[in-house]
Each structure stands twice: as C-alpha cells, then as structure tokens.
C-alpha cells in the first residue's frame, strides 16, 4: 500500500516501506504532497527524489539498489578525453555553473529520451527546482562554445553531496563535458558521491554502479551533515582533475 501525504506536515514513510522489487513500481514509496523547498530537502535528506508524468500526483521514490557515481571512479575514455583536452585548450569553450539555469532546465525537459513517451520533468518540477535553484540548493553546468550554450545537467547540492538530475546536449559530447567538469569540481570540493538514481548504460561506461539502499542511505547520511560548497564557480585550473598539465 502508497503513503499517501494529505498535509505538508505529514513527514515521509520510512524508505523501507518502498515497494520492492518484482512489484509493479518497485521503489515508489509515496504519492501526494507539494514540490515545496522544505518538502524537496526532507526528501533528498533522506535518498527520495519526485519522479511522475503529467497528469499523476507527485510521486516519490527510494529505489534499491540506487545508481551512484563515486567520483574517485570516473572513467574517461581515450576519445573522451582527447575531446575534453581540445575543449579546454580553447579559448572560445568553457564551463559556466548558475549562468543560465532556466536555459538548461527547460532544454532538459524538452530533449527526447530514447523509450520514454514525453517528459518526467513536468511544469511544476520545472516550477519548483527553480525556485529551489534561487535558495542556492539547485546547480548547472553548461557547456559553452562561442558563446552558444551547448549541453550541460543540473543537480541538486545538499552538504557535501551532489544528487544528479538531468543532462542534454545539443553538440557530440557536449552533456559528458558538463559531467566531466561536475567531477572536477567535486574533486576540487571534496565531494566524493554523486547520486544518479536509475541504472543507466550511459552512466555505468563512465564508472557508475549500484549500491544497496541501506548502504547508500549511510553514505547520503555522513555527506549531507558536511559542509557545502560556497563558491559556484568553475575555474580553468579544475580541469587537473582530469587533464594532464598542458
């Protein structure tokens, strides 16, 4: 049976009562309730994330196992970093975080997904991570070619814990450069999780794989009482992360 939350008061379900697997929705744990702010940070506190169609209630998640990237694990292929070494030799490509967020949100939302039937990321997400993104806990990184925005994702910074939500790329690698330049920036910051969510092909070629709720659960738990970052700014010098000295 779905915890339903009648009132903005009423806290979540213990992530334990998600359906398991083998169920028609493994993972749902409950539905109902506002995207508010306080709502989002109790959620994400605790390894639950909205996910829903337009048209349903919000619907909130706890899967297991849970896709994560541990940024000491970040895999670069040989043709990826060849692209990443080019890109930030130029002087006309960069990284920006927070220069233009609405543009990266809304180009997530929009881009097609192979097997999916429209978009999880509905106005009122659209909605509500922004207002999320003006209290400071929202982030993107955008992949800059002459002045054009081509790619980037956006996440969610609790602490010292970065929760992935969405990428897009409107040039080859463009989205996989913002996702370099997120691990980079992590590094720089001690950030040493990123949450992913869902198993993909994608993110387990790069170095994702899957931990057991409870296991990630205790990780989110020690990361998110670190401090944050204070500086949202991405700096050439990040890149040494990745990148041999020039």
């Not at 749902?28 to 048209?55: C, D």
């Not at 990284?95 to 809304?106: G, L, M, N, P, Y």
């Not at 980079?184 to 993110?203: A, M, S, V």
Request: glycine share 8%.
């Amino acid at each position: 049976m779905i915890h339903w939350l009648h009132s903005a008061n009423d806290p979540l379900p213990d992530t334990r009562l998600a359906l398991p697997a083998g169920s028609e929705a493994p993972g749902l744990l409950a539905a109902g309730g506002e995207l508010t702010p306080e709502r989002l940070t109790e959620a994400y506190s605790k390894g639950v994330f909205p996910w829903y169609s337009r048209g349903q209630p919000v619907l909130w998640w706890s899967p297991d196992p849970r896709m994560v990237l541990w940024v000491a694990d970040f895999k670069l292929a040989r043709s990826l970093r060849k692209t990443l070494a080019r890109f930030a030799r130029s002087p006309v490509c960069e990284v920006r975080i927070d220069s233009a967020f609405d543009q990266v949100i809304e180009a997530c939302a929009s881009t097609p997904r192979e097997g999916q039937d429209g978009t999880w990321i509905v106005a009122d997400m659209v909605q509500a991570y922004s207002r999320w993104h003006a209290l400071g806990a929202v982030h993107s990184f955008e992949t800059w070619i002459d002045g054009e925005l081509v790619g980037g994702l956006y996440g969610v910074s609790i602490g010292g814990m970065f929760f992935g939500e969405s990428m897009f790329s409107r040039r080859t690698d463009a989205s996989k450069i913002a996702l370099a330049a997120l691990v980079c920036f992590c590094r720089e910051h001690d950030i040493e999780l990123i949450d992913c969510q869902q198993r993909t092909g994608h993110l387990a070629s790069m170095g994702g794989g899957e931990l057991p709720r409870i296991a990630f659960e205790a990780a989110l738990t020690e990361r998110c009482a670190r401090p944050a970052p204070t500086a949202w700014t991405y700096h050439q010098r990040f890149w040494k992360h990745l990148l041999p000295p020039p």
